[in-house]
């Protein structure tokens, strides 16, 4: 338990929102520069 | 029940979004303008446009009552949405954009046609059978959702709230096309987005604080905290994780989520709106999922669960607020139908009367068929609404699953892969609604309930690859998916 909630909903919560940002911050980075 | 505080929030809301018609008004004359908005929007726009289309008021209704009813298991949902929106964005909205502009697209069996020289129209036909079908039913939900958000907060009757409801709708979708509706979606989103990170943050401490609210749901059932909650790593439990991700695939296909990529002005707005894409969701979803956690403590015992946010709204905030929640709730209703009323519109006016049988007609005449269509449709809905049955979730779920099954397959084998056939494309799109009804009909109980847009996806795909491996590809569509491919780039390399 990490603040009352079970480590793998962490893992869980972290991963959906963590790939997310991960994966459009390294598009929009990549291509920042695009007209 | 009736407060002049809430009403007056209403209506001031209300009286913005018929300003934003009349504004957007002037770019409706014409097919482009009324059904893409000319294809001008900015970043910002498309991008709370695609999520607020995409969550309905499914996302503060049901997804709150699936924080409330099933706790953590919920933030599957949370990773198959984020997901979905960020894949959509980084690798099918740009190539989906370039083919679209190459072929001067406004909707998306538009692109189907022209991407597969389809000169008999078949697709065509079909998509705009699909889409209507799935169309009405999907806002008859919605304005099930109006008549009942009238009826938790203002205590109005169903039949009133699903009128005015569509009324103010109707109003602005038809005087103001796609760009009253873009906009107004964007005002609508950014509503939704403050609302739902405000509630947990209110909600929580009025809770007792975060640990408590964790303490409070492990003592009433430590499942509710756990990822695969009361089933546990079993199958039915593993099935209903996949299903609940499963909700985020229609993002990379959904006709009236790609519409927003056709809209943008260029490919920059979609590499900008794709990042605002996703912060939008992630604040979306985790804050409803969380709110309907720390609802379960507030409110315990719901009949229903989808009841939370208002009860919440009402207790937890002054009047001037609970007024705020209902025109949140009345935004993503809206901010779904006048978008889901525009593609039907779209569907019967460009890719029928337009492009098959009237190719001749001014663009005056045929705006004013897109709008007339559209009141048409929606008093449709109307009508299945006052008559259907009030269970939002699975209601939406489905129109929404059909539509995916229908066409995110293809789109994607279209997009990706040179062998892709008009014939494989024809049968995938069928084979992949047709497996998402039945599905639902006949072998979901059976199945564990097996959320419909997997086995709906699979069809899709098998089909059309299948098909498409015993027939000819239009000649030249390899070379011009390699152009497409150069005009666009590697999707996380600078060239």
New interface residues.
């Given amino acids: 338990m990490i ?4 480590w ?2 962490w ?3 972290f ?3 963590g ?3 991960g ?6 980075w ?6 | 029940m009736y407060s002049t505080t809430i009403i007056t929030v209403l209506i001031v809301y209300l009286l913005i979004l018929l300003v934003i018609g009349l504004w957007g008004g002037r770019e409706s004359g014409t097919v482009s303008g009324y059904f893409v908005a000319g294809k001008k929007l900015p970043s910002w726009v498309i991008a709370f446009s695609s999520n607020s289309t995409g969550e309905s008021a499914w996302l503060l209704l049901g997804l709150t009552g699936m924080g409330y009813a099933v706790g953590a298991h919920a933030f599957w949902i949370i990773l198959g949405e984020v997901l979905g929106i960020s894949l959509a964005w980084t690798f099918v909205a740009r190539p989906f954009k370039e083919y679209t502009d190459r072929f001067e697209s406004i909707t998306v069996p538009d692109y189907l046609e022209a991407r597969f020289r389809d000169a008999g129209h078949v697709l065509r036909w079909i998509s705009v059978i699909i889409i209507l079908s799935m169309v009405t039913a999907y806002t008859a939900a919605q304005l099930t959702a109006s008549g009942k958000a009238f009826g938790s907060f203002l205590g109005l009757s169903y039949t009133a709230g699903v009128f005015i409801g569509a009324a103010v709708i109707l109003y602005y979708t038809t005087v103001g096309g796609f760009k009253a509706v873009a906009y107004s979606d964007l005002l609508q989103g950014v509503l939704m987005f403050a609302c739902l990170v405000t509630l947990p943050i209110v909600a929580i401490p009025a809770a007792g604080g975060w640990t408590e609210v964790m303490g409070a749901l492990h003592a009433e059932d430590p499942a509710l905290l756990r990822p695969m909650g009361s089933y546990g790593v079993t199958l039915p439990g593993v099935i209903s994780a996949i299903g609940f991700m499963g909700i985020g695939l229609a993002f990379l296909g959904a006709p009236q989520l790609l519409t927003r990529f056709i809209s943008a002005r260029d490919q920059k707005q979609i590499v900008e709106g794709g990042f605002i894409a996703v912060i939008c969701v992630i604040g979306f979803d985790v804050g409803a999922v969380l709110s309907g956690m720390a609802g379960r403590i507030l409110f315990p015992g719901l009949l229903d669960p989808e009841t939370v946010l208002p009860e919440m709204s009402a207790s937890l905030f002054p009047a001037i607020f609970t007024g705020v929640f209902l025109v949140v709730v009345l935004a993503a209703i809206m901010s779904t139908v006048d978008s889901l009323l525009i593609l039907a519109s779209s569907a019967v006016v460009r890719d029928i009367v337009q492009q098959v049988f009237h190719p001749r007609w001014s663009e005056r005449r045929l705006s004013f068929y897109g709008k007339l269509t559209t009141v048409v449709i929606g008093a449709g809905a109307i009508i299945m609404a006052l008559a259907e049955v009030r269970m939002v979730f699975w209601f939406v779920l489905f129109a929404w699953s059909g539509l995916a099954c229908a066409f995110t397959p293809v789109v994607l084998c279209s997009l990706f892969w040179k062998g892709t056939t008009r014939a494989g494309a024809i049968v995938g799109m069928i084979g992949g609604f047709v497996t998402c009804v039945t599905w639902v009909v006949f072998f979901k109980e059976g199945f564990y309930d097996l959320y419909e847009m997997l086995p709906g996806f699979a069809a899709g795909f098998l089909l059309t690859i299948g098909v498409s491996l015993f027939t000819e590809a239009p000649a030249d569509a390899g070379s011009e998916m390699d152009a497409v491919r150069d005009a666009v780039g590697p999707v996380f390399r600078t060239r």
């Avoid at chain 1, 603040?3 to 079970?6: A, T």
């Avoid at chain 1, 994966?23 to 929009?28: E, T």
């Fill in positions: 603040l009352g909630l079970p793998t909903s893992v869980l919560l991963v959906g929102v790939l997310g940002l994966i459009s911050l390294r598009f929009y990549a291509h920042r520069g695009d007209r």
